[in-house]
């Protein structure tokens, strides 16, 4: 009999992820907090619960996918949580990004109730969701992760089996401080082209291809030139993952030099109301920095 899969969290992620369950014919019961986001997935085939704890009651297998640690704590260990009602031998699956250190203590958590726990956070932005092309970085046993696999096989592309509890963690840590430095090299670079008074797409066009290119680049680099801000990953987002990373990071007693330049430079959009803009807007603090625009027709 097909395990009953159980999804909590319909946010920029969740959506396209449940909806690419739901394609691959899983059966998916959705819970989110705002209610009102549950009831578009119901047409498509999904079932709704009352709570985390009720959904567990009734699945084998619980992903999550919510904003930060508070949030993946509270629906694992609350009153109605996922520990509240999840039966022995039950699989939960943290696909958020949050702390390494708590992800360790909520797989100690669960494992004292008999249910398994992986660590699998993504990358890949809203396309990569909506798209089912994410990268899933996986800690945990390796026998639960064979049992995960035909889900992160509809969600995702590049799935990695990295280690045990929290290394699934630490790993996206990794990712995030790449994403943030080759933004930050992109939006330097832009600048300058712009500066140069460059063809700004032609420039892109002749560098993204060569020993420069990156996923950043070629996705978002656009994105700036069009001044499109929408998000993939929002700052505020970012943020949070930057605020984990440097806390690691001070724990393990590590410079990062550019990881903490972003953090500043993101402090100052999120000071002017611009957290909801897509992370590539880090380009806009340098264009304050040095007074002027990135743009097609600027």
């Known amino acids: 009999m097909a395990e009953q899969i159980g999804f909590i969290g319909l946010g920029i992620m969740g959506r396209g992820m449940v909806r690419n ?29 009352t709570s985390p704890a009720d959904l567990a009651r009734q699945c084998d297998i619980i992903i999550i996918c919510v904003s930060d640690t508070p949030d993946v704590q509270a629906v694992i260990l609350g009153e109605h949580g ?18 390494p250190q708590v992800t360790r203590q909520l797989a100690a958590a669960l494992a004292q109730k008999g249910v398994h726990m992986l660590d699998a956070p993504i990358s890949g932005g809203s396309e990569g969701a909506a798209r089912g092309t994410l990268s899933i970085m996986v800690g945990g046993q390796a026998d639960q992760v064979a049992r995960a696999m035909p889900l992160f096989q509809a969600m995702g592309k590049a799935i990695t089996h990295v280690g045990d509890h929290g290394t699934g963690q630490t790993v996206k840590l990794v990712n995030q401080i790449l994403v943030v430095v080759n933004m930050l090299a992109v939006s330097e670079a832009l600048l300058f082209a712009q500066a140069g008074g460059l063809d700004l797409s032609k420039a892109l066009e002749a560098v993204s291809q060569g020993a420069a290119g990156s996923w950043m680049l070629s996705n978002r680099g656009p994105q700036v030139i069009a001044r499109d801000w929408r998000p993939g990953f929002t700052v505020d987002l970012q943020q949070k993952d930057l605020r984990l990373v440097l806390q690691a990071a001070d724990q393990m007693g590590i410079p990062l030099l550019g990881t903490s330049t972003v953090f500043q430079l993101y402090r100052t959009l999120q000071a002017r109301d611009l957290g909801s803009d897509g992370n590539h807007a880090l380009a806009k603090a340098l264009e304050q920095l040095a007074g002027l625009e990135i743009g097609r027709d600027a």
């Open 82 to 99: 996922v520990l509240a009602g999840a039966p022995a031998g039950a699989l939960v699956i943290d696909m958020s990004t949050i702390s």
């Open 21 to 49: 369950l739901l394609r691959a014919g899983f059966a998916v019961r959705v819970w989110n907090r705002t209610a009102a986001k549950m009831t578009e997935f119901v047409p498509a085939g999904a079932t709704t619960a």
